[in-house]
């Protein structure tokens, strides 16, 4: 792809690659490529752990390559379909055709549309059926591939399941089953689907089942034999897969930008909405110091300040009050901050807050789900009033200002009163936080529709109407209304009904998908591009009623994705949807039971047993309770194992850490009445504000860092230059770049105080995006005597090759700061070739500028000018003179280079592309501008040591 096509788009940062720690492989004839494919923008798919895992996993096999392709945004698009350019890869700029396996990565219905975007535009056909051995082989996994019929005519395999394993084996068999060569691509596919996890919907029979509407996959076509049902791919031991700590570092900010460890898979709380909860069952935790390496070492590799532990449910990893407090123990005296994804309410101890807040506090949310007592107990959610307002006191006294508290509605059985008993929750925290001082507290309440999702205990149950969706949005908007820093916040519900269509959808529904797409359907699940009509009219067309979807599900019918095996059992699902009417409240399996009267003692952990459903899951709950038993015990006395793990290496094998027994602590009763993790509860300990056993001597000097007293700051200079590709960078981006470099790098830094610590780091004025920089300057504090060379060589070892340091210089206590010293700006700029290329048409003005004779009398003619007026569009137009921002500006023959020196002040600046525009009568985006020096106009260069005098 020309990387002058970014220049056209919004966002240039999502394509240009070539990020810290990508990988790419030169080409060679056994080397087999896969590209891993996001059918959503750059800066969600880079933060999905899926991603990371299997680029890594694949990458580190000598004969595979993992290169990554997203979704490009509609402008984007647009771009190349105009130029005919093909989609490719970010690490090779390799077309997608070209490549051996695209794997697509399904998190969300909305996006199925996407995803033939990115087949089209790499001309690759969009049915399976049309596609020769010479196509590589698409497939598709994630939760969404456990209802696949919908998109069953668009990807050749699913991988149903974990994809460790069974991701790795498809692709090699299929480069195998390429090179021998002599099968057709079906024959092909008949060999692949003989692999478990792999299901490969050209080989089945579909039939229309007359009761419920629904087309159902029957069993194998005439005369094949793969496997009928598909049972999902389960990775046991998640320490077989280590967790990659050497992440791809994005230039530009994405949703999740932080080290996220994944600490275990699956979840077994039993929230009967969850479809997560049934489809990565059963529970498989990491070793703490599998997790603690991990991100140990991920922050030594990235620079990342900000460490993330993640689950589907972190709060019930069975030590994670230990280890959340081991870590922060270490990471605390770096500035590393610790943020813990989806933890529950009965989750938030007082010690984890504590613990999470050591640095800076990076978000609070908690998720009671429903209002009142009544629909969590349907729900199964093992909540209570009292944990709620626990979780949310803790929150006020350890200083977090906002909160943030998700609901669903449209749930069963649901009635006004349990609406606006949401409302009432949030009011109710907020008035706890005006109660304890906090004036400026704020809740945001969120309240998302109830999307009856296949494999969940609700997967019978009907999608409410849009209608009466609107009706209790209203409700809980009516109540919040006079409480001001109370905020509420909902979703479209007509994007709820038709992803209710497509995840509850049969193979027909694939005929649907390919018409919204053919009519405009891009990125529906942001809601500026969602249109409902255009689905509901495309399902009309197709003859299908969007009623058969929608509706409630007999519990005996036949349903479209019957043939998905979760190795869980339907039945074990239609007793927990009874038990769930009934509102009964079931504890959690695979842990200990915690009786919910206060009054009644916990066992403890190694004379308790772990609660069983018979789900269909063949669990040896011995053993689990074994390994969560040396799980705890590992952190409670940190052995070689811990300590090895917080350099980012693991134990040898000269000794395994393990610590004499000492006496154990007798479970305590429960004198609160409120949830808590099990594992630790039965452990000893309330809300895991204590270990398992007695600390011992070891870890007693492990405690909280007292925090550093100030120290001397010493500040420095720097002078860099940022070229190539790089140009595309914004100026937060660039800063975003160089603070984790100095992290990489090892160059302390000195820290801002407060709530929110940032890196003492003072940039020269920012370069727009495109804009190339040959001496640009910056000011950082360190509280350590530096050497400048061996520095300056240390951070660009931390750098891409286009960011260079040119010169680090130790600054007197008398110089001034950059924003005082700098008022000047000095850039050269030349006709863009490569533009031309692409749009020749936008060059008819500047077919002179090799004549120097014209550019004196073009240049002559502008500085006359008294005025010079330009319009400068954005959320509101302004119009500003730019006259007085221009010094002046000479023609260099000898170079074909326009010199422009410009005024740089608190008042305003030209732009050199509107000095250009005026001089040239054509788009700025005609020429490359590179910015040689920052200066003061009463110098005539600048560098680190004249800018200090």
């Avoid at 909160?403 to 929750?425: C, N, S, W």
């Avoid at 209608?467 to 006079?482: C, F, G, T």
């Avoid at 003859?543 to 005996?556: K, Q, S, W, Y």
């Avoid at 240390?794 to 130790?810: G, H, M, T, W, Y």
């Amino acid at each position: 792809m020309c990387t002058e096509v970014l220049g056209m788009v919004e966002k240039p940062v999502r394509y240009i690659g070539g990020e810290w720690n990508q990988v790419v492989k030169p080409a060679r004839d056994d080397l087999v490529r896969v590209g891993l494919a996001f059918p959503d923008t750059y800066e969600i798919g880079m933060s999905h752990l899926g991603i990371r895992i299997l680029y890594d996993l694949l990458n580190r096999q000598d004969d595979l390559a993992a290169e990554r392709v997203f979704c490009p945004w509609v402008d984007m698009e647009e771009v190349l379909r105009r130029y005919e350019l093909p989609l490719a890869t970010l690490e090779s700029r390799i077309p997608l055709r070209q490549l051996d396996v695209v794997g697509f990565s399904l998190q969300f219905e909305m996006e199925y549309t996407n995803v033939l975007t990115m087949l089209d535009l790499s001309g690759i056909p969009l049915h399976s059926r049309e596609r020769g051995v010479e196509v590589p082989l698409i497939v598709a996994g994630g939760p969404c591939v456990f209802s696949p019929e919908p998109m069953a005519d668009f990807i050749d395999a699913f991988v149903i399941g974990d994809g460790e394993e069974a991701f790795p084996q498809l692709v090699r068999r299929w480069a195998e089953l390429r090179r021998e060569g002599g099968r057709t691509r079906e024959q092909m596919l008949v060999e692949l689907s003989r692999q478990s996890g792999i299901y490969v919907p050209s080989l089945y029979r579909t039939e229309l089942d007359p009761e419920t509407g629904f087309e159902i996959v029957t069993g194998a076509r005439p005369g094949l034999d793969p496997p009928f049902p598909v049972q999902r791919a389960v990775v046991e031991d998640l320490d077989r897969y280590p967790f990659p700590s050497e992440t791809i570092v994005p230039y530009g900010e994405i949703v999740h930008d932080r080290v996220s460890v994944e600490i275990a898979r699956g979840c077994t709380e039993g929230c009967r909405f969850c479809q997560a909860g049934i489809i990565y069952r059963p529970v498989r935790e990491r070793s703490p110091a599998e997790i603690i390496r991990s991100v140990s070492k991920g922050l030594m590799q990235t620079g990342y300040d900000e460490a993330s532990l993640t689950s589907l449910s972190t709060a019930d990893y069975s030590c994670v009050t230990a280890l959340v407090k081991t870590m922060m123990n270490r990471f605390e005296q770096d500035r590393t901050a610790m943020a813990v994804s989806s933890m529950r309410v009965y989750g938030l101890t007082k010690s984890i807050a504590e613990q999470l807040a050591r640095v800076r506090r990076t978000g609070f949310t908690i998720a009671p789900e429903a209002g009142t007592q009544r629909m969590r107990d349907l729900i199964n959610k093992g909540v209570t009033d009292a944990d709620v307002e626990m979780a949310a006191r803790i929150a006020w006294e350890q200083g977090w200002g906002q909160l943030k508290m998700y609901f669903m509605i449209g749930l069963p059985t649901e009635t006004d009163t349990d609406v606006r008993a949401i409302a009432e929750t949030g009011i109710r925290v907020w008035r706890l936080a005006r109660e304890m001082g906090h004036r400026r507290a704020q809740v945001t309440v969120s309240a998302s529709a109830l999307v009856p999702k296949p494999h969940s205990t609700f997967q019978w149950e009907p999608m409410e109407r849009p209608d009466e969706l609107r009706r209790k949005q209203r409700l809980i908007l009516d109540a919040v209304r006079p409480y001001r820093p109370v905020r509420f916040k909902y979703d479209d519900v007509e994007e709820g009904a038709v992803e209710c269509i497509l995840s509850r959808g049969d193979r027909r529904i694939g005929r649907v998908i390919e018409a919204a797409w053919r009519r405009g359907a891009r990125f529906d699940s942001w809601s500026d591009h969602f249109d409902y009509a255009r689905w509901i009219s495309c399902l009309e067309e197709a003859g299908l009623d969007p009623e058969v979807f929608l509706r409630r599900i007999p519990l005996h019918a036949k349903l479209p994705w019957d043939h998905i095996d979760s190795r869980v059992q339907k039945e074990f699902l239609i007793r927990d949807l009874h038990a769930g009417m009934q509102g009964r409240f079931l504890p959690a399996c695979e842990k200990p039971f915690i009786p919910r009267d206060p009054n009644k003692a916990v066992k403890p952990l190694e004379h308790a047993n772990l609660v069983c459903y018979d789900c269909g899951l063949d669990c040896d709950l011995e053993a689990i309770k074994q390994e969560r038993i040396e799980e705890r015990d590992s952190l409670t006395h940190a052995g070689e194992a811990i300590e090895a793990a917080f350099r980012g290496e693991r134990a040898g094998s000269s000794g395994d850490g393990a610590s004499a027994p000492v006496p154990r602590r007798q479970a305590a009763a429960r004198s609160d009445g409120l949830a808590s993790n099990a594992f630790e509860a039965a452990s000893g300990s309330l809300h895991g504000e204590a270990g398992g056993r007695e600390p011992s001597p070891v870890r007693q000097t492990a405690d909280a860092p007292a925090r550093p007293q100030p120290q001397l700051r010493l500040r420095y200079r720097v002078l860099f230059a940022k070229r190539g590709d790089l140009r595309w960078l914004s100026h937060l981006d660039l800063m975003r770049t160089l603070q984790r470099a100095f992290k990489r790098a090892n160059v302390p830094v000195s820290y801002s105080q407060g709530y929110h610590p940032q890196p003492l780091m003072a940039f020269g004025p920012a370069l727009a995006v495109g804009i190339e920089g040959a001496r640009e300057l910056f000011d950082f504090e360190s509280s350590r005597a530096l050497d400048p060379e061996s520095t300056r060589a240390r951070l660009n070892a931390s750098l891409p090759a286009s960011v260079r340091i040119l010169q680090l210089e130790r600054l007197s206590a008398r110089s001034a700061t950059l924003s005082k010293c700098i008022d000047l700006a000095e850039y050269s700029a030349w006709p863009n070739e490569e533009r031309r290329k692409l749009t020749p048409e936008l060059f008819d003005g500047l077919d002179d500028f090799g004549d120097p004779a014209a550019q004196r009398r073009r240049i002559s003619a502008l500085m006359e000018r008294q005025t010079l007026v330009v319009t400068r569009t954005g959320k509101k137009a302004r119009t500003l003179d730019i006259r007085p921002f221009i010094r002046g500006l000479e023609y260099r023959p000898e170079r074909r280079q326009l010199r422009l020196w410009l005024r740089l002040g608190d008042h305003g600046q030209a732009r050199p592309r509107e000095v250009l525009e005026a001089l040239y009568g054509v788009s700025g985006a005609c020429f490359r501008v590179r910015r040689e020096s920052l200066l003061s106009e009463q110098d005539t260069g600048v560098s680190p040591e004249t800018v200090i005098a």
